[in-house]
């Protein structure tokens, strides 16, 4: 019973222990909170600015740390105030256990304590309530720390605050000023571009007037060059023309004598060649056999009149197409200029027979002549001697298709008169053309001399061409190159016509 009534006595520290609290004693008086959210609200405006996260991101950090930190101090500090409660409740249920306590009930299953070893529990008890309130106290003196410091964070982050909003009234007012020095320049820029403007175009029109005047003066100059130019051009090329015209040259033309004996000479040559072969009709005819089947009941004089053919064929090719074809290569690039200048003719290729044609062929045929007669060596004797060798190689490869015989110093004879004929014709002051009718040209059978008809007499022939033997020699002009609207026929065709069907 003695130990019973010594346990108010005990009960004394929690007594003080609640009197001596720091936390319940003197309460912290409620301060308002600012956070960084508020801050954020407060100044949207300006965070939406690239320049605002720039120049303030350091007091933003720091603000931020310092509400981290409170945070944790207010989360220390509900800690430290459920410790306190949980002992508050041990020793108070401790209290009523001394207060209750009673005697041994011997009919409980466990034995009290012992009465004498009360006071050894209450010592042990008072120990550890005694460390508890130790630690209680060490708990308050942190909290006050850590509420001193946030104090001084909340100093802090007003100063802060009050900086950022000194900087946010000088970035307005900043702007406001760079807004009114912008329209300021906008100003004096317009003035200026508009000054500029003026003066570029007064100097423009002016220049536009000076080069005008200059324009007309050199445009009335140069129509008077041009005029004057003209006129002398005029006279020149009248005096020219007249020139060539009158001008007495010490070349001696060709008389149509002359002209037809060297072609039959020619042709001469030709026939005396092939006749003097043996019956072709016996033989493989070869590279006849085409043609000879266009003549009914040919014979043997029929097949050495196509062979005949073929050689001219060859022959009017590589001499006598054109003017300057028996200079090859180099001859047709003067041909295509002749024709490029002066244009082709209704009937032929050739250019229309005038003054200016005639006399652009001769003179150059003239001087084409002079270079091949020359003793330097020439791309024109190149292509000439190529081109003669090739009407060579052509006629002996046709003959020895039809003979075994070696005829080349006849056909090379034939070949260099082809050659000197051509040339003696291109440079006639008058037209020579060496030419034939297509095969399907109509004819007049009675114009002996346009052409000579070889079918048999028993043959009844269509006036229509079907195979030319021979060409004809056209003469266009005289020998002074005058009268270039007349032709005439100096040596007629050898055809063979067209059979009827029975």
Same mark, same amino acid.
């Given at each position: 019973?003695?130990?019973?009534?010594?346990?108010?006595?005990?009960?004394?520290? !929690?007594?003080?222990?609640?009197?001596?609290?720091?936390?319940?004693?003197?309460?912290?008086?409620?301060?308002?909170? #600012?956070?960084?959210?508020?801050?954020?609200?407060?100044?949207?405006?300006?965070?939406?600015?690239?320049?605002?996260?720039?120049?303030?991101?350091?007091?933003?950090?720091?603000?931020?740390?310092?509400?981290?930190?409170?945070?944790?101090?207010?989360?220390?500090?509900?800690?430290?105030?459920?410790?306190?409660?949980?002992?508050?409740?041990?020793?108070?249920?401790?209290?009523?256990?001394?207060?209750?306590?009673?005697?041994?009930?011997?009919?409980?299953?466990?034995?009290?304590?012992?009465?004498?070893?009360?006071?050894?529990?209450?010592?042990?008890?008072?120990?550890? /309530?005694?460390?508890?309130?130790?630690?209680?106290?060490?708990?308050?003196?942190?909290?006050?720390?850590?509420?001193?410091?946030?104090?001084?964070?909340?100093?802090?982050?007003?100063?802060?605050?009050?900086?950022?909003?000194?900087?946010?009234?000088?970035?307005?007012?900043? +702007?406001?000023?760079?807004?009114?020095?912008?329209?300021?320049?906008?100003?004096?820029?317009?003035?200026?571009?508009?000054?500029?403007?003026?003066?570029?175009?007064?100097?423009?029109?002016?220049?536009?007037?000076?080069?005008?005047?200059?324009?007309?003066?050199?445009?009335?100059?140069?129509?008077?060059?041009?005029?004057?130019?003209?006129? &002398?051009?005029?006279?020149?090329?009248?005096?020219?023309?007249? +020139?060539? #015209?009158?001008?007495?040259?010490? /070349?001696?033309?060709?008389?149509?004598?002359?002209?037809?004996?060297?072609?039959?000479?020619?042709?001469?040559?030709?026939?005396?060649?092939?006749?003097?072969?043996?019956?072709?009709?016996?033989?493989?005819?070869?590279?006849?056999? !085409?043609?000879?089947?266009?003549?009914?009941?040919?014979?043997?004089?029929?097949?050495?009149?196509?062979?005949?053919?073929? /050689?001219?064929?060859?022959?009017?090719?590589?001499?006598?197409?054109?003017?300057?074809?028996?200079?090859? &290569?180099?001859?047709?690039?003067?041909?295509?200029?002749?024709?490029?200048?002066?244009?082709?003719?209704?009937?032929?290729?050739?250019?229309?027979?005038?003054?200016?044609?005639?006399?652009?062929?001769?003179?150059?045929? &003239?001087? #084409?002549?002079?270079?091949?007669?020359?003793?330097?060596?020439?791309?024109?004797?190149?292509?000439? &001697?190529?081109?003669?060798?090739?009407?060579?190689?052509?006629?002996?490869?046709?003959?020895?298709?039809?003979?075994?015989?070696?005829?080349?110093?006849?056909?090379?004879?034939?070949?260099?008169?082809?050659?000197?004929?051509?040339?003696?014709?291109?440079?006639?002051?008058?037209?020579?053309?060496?030419? +034939?009718?297509?095969?399907?040209?109509?004819?007049?059978?009675?114009?002996?001399?346009?052409?000579?008809?070889?079918?048999?007499?028993?043959?009844?022939?269509?006036?229509?061409?079907? #195979?030319?033997?021979?060409?004809?020699?056209?003469?266009?002009?005289?020998?002074?190159?005058?009268?270039?609207?007349?032709?005439?026929?100096?040596?007629?065709?050898?055809?063979?016509?067209?059979?009827? +069907?029975?």
């Amino acid at each position: 019973m003695g130990c019973g009534q010594s346990a108010p006595k005990e009960s004394k520290p !929690s007594q003080g222990r609640n009197g001596s609290s720091p936390v319940r004693a003197n309460p912290e008086p409620p301060r308002r909170k #600012l956070s960084l959210g508020t801050l954020r609200k407060e100044y949207a405006q300006h965070e939406e600015r690239p320049s605002f996260q720039e120049r303030y991101a350091g007091v933003i950090a720091y603000i931020q740390r310092l509400e981290e930190d409170r945070q944790k101090s207010e989360n220390q500090l509900q800690r430290s105030k459920i410790d306190l409660e949980r002992v508050d409740n041990v020793f108070s249920n401790v209290s009523r256990s001394v207060v209750n306590w009673k005697p041994y009930d011997r009919s409980a299953r466990r034995e009290p304590p012992e009465p004498h070893r009360v006071p050894e529990y209450i010592q042990m008890l008072q120990g550890k /309530f005694d460390d508890q309130c130790s630690h209680s106290s060490r708990m308050a003196t942190n909290i006050a720390e850590l509420q001193a410091q946030i104090e001084k964070l909340r100093g802090d982050v007003d100063t802060k605050t009050t900086e950022i909003v000194r900087l946010r009234e000088k970035n307005v007012q900043d +702007a406001k000023t760079h807004g009114i020095k912008i329209a300021q320049n906008n100003s004096n820029h317009d003035l200026e571009i508009t000054r500029i403007e003026n003066s570029h175009l007064n100097a423009l029109q002016g220049l536009e007037k000076t080069h005008s005047a200059k324009i007309q003066k050199m445009q009335r100059q140069f129509d008077d060059a041009s005029r004057t130019a003209r006129d &002398e051009h005029n006279v020149e090329k009248s005096r020219l023309q007249n +020139a060539l #015209l009158t001008t007495v040259d010490g /070349f001696k033309p060709m008389v149509d004598k002359v002209c037809r004996d060297q072609l039959e000479d020619l042709r001469g040559s030709i026939h005396g060649l092939v006749f003097s072969l043996d019956d072709l009709e016996r033989g493989d005819p070869g590279p006849l056999r !085409s043609q000879i089947a266009k003549i009914r009941n040919p014979q043997n004089k029929d097949y050495k009149n196509v062979l005949e053919g073929c /050689f001219w064929s060859i022959i009017f090719r590589g001499m006598f197409a054109t003017p300057f074809c028996s200079l090859g &290569e180099y001859g047709d690039a003067f041909m295509d200029t002749w024709i490029g200048l002066f244009g082709k003719g209704k009937s032929y290729q050739w250019p229309e027979a005038d003054t200016r044609s005639e006399t652009w062929r001769y003179v150059t045929l &003239e001087t #084409l002549e002079q270079d091949l007669k020359s003793s330097r060596p020439s791309n024109l004797k190149s292509s000439y &001697e190529a081109n003669r060798q090739s009407v060579i190689s052509s006629l002996s490869n046709l003959y020895s298709q039809v003979s075994p015989e070696n005829k080349s110093r006849e056909i090379r004879d034939i070949v260099d008169k082809a050659c000197h004929l051509a040339l003696a014709f291109g440079k006639q002051r008058c037209r020579l053309q060496v030419l +034939a009718p297509q095969p399907g040209d109509p004819i007049d059978a009675r114009d002996t001399a346009a052409c000579f008809i070889l079918n048999h007499s028993s043959d009844r022939v269509i006036p229509e061409v079907q #195979l030319v033997m021979k060409p004809g020699l056209l003469k266009v002009g005289d020998s002074r190159g005058g009268s270039l609207g007349s032709s005439a026929n100096m040596s007629p065709s050898a055809v063979y016509l067209k059979i009827a +069907a029975n």
